[in-house]
């Protein structure tokens, strides 16, 4: 397996990992004590922790993709047809 796919592979995982983090822990302005600022959408999250997001799908990515890896080099997964 090349780089190329190698780096494919993890940014695909990247994304649907965060995609899949986003509403993790998300509370609207209208739930939170602070209350709702003026001129923003009631049901817009008051604080999305993006950075910490960020950091553990970066973290579970690696780790998928490691695993991804290792399942493709040692021929337990393969993508190739059978001679």
């Given at each position: 397996?090349?780089?190329?796919?190698?780096?494919?592979?993890?940014?695909?995982?990247?994304?649907?990992?965060?995609?899949?983090?986003?509403?993790?822990?998300?509370?609207?302005?209208?739930?939170?004590?602070?209350?709702?600022?003026?001129?923003?959408?009631?049901?817009?999250?008051s604080n999305p922790n993006l950075l910490k997001k960020a950091l553990y799908t970066t973290?579970?990515?690696?780790?998928?993709?490691?695993?991804?890896?290792?399942?493709?080099?040692?021929?337990?997964?393969?993508?190739?047809?059978?001679?």
């Amino acid at each position: 397996m090349n780089i190329a796919t190698i780096v494919l592979v993890y940014v695909v995982i990247w994304w649907m990992v965060f995609f899949a983090a986003l509403p993790i822990g998300v509370r609207s302005q209208h739930e939170s004590e602070e209350g709702v600022v003026e001129g923003t959408e009631p049901g817009a999250p008051s604080n999305p922790n993006l950075l910490k997001k960020a950091l553990y799908t970066t973290l579970i990515a690696a780790v998928l993709t490691t695993g991804y890896y290792f399942l493709v080099d040692s021929g337990v997964i393969s993508f190739r047809a059978p001679r």
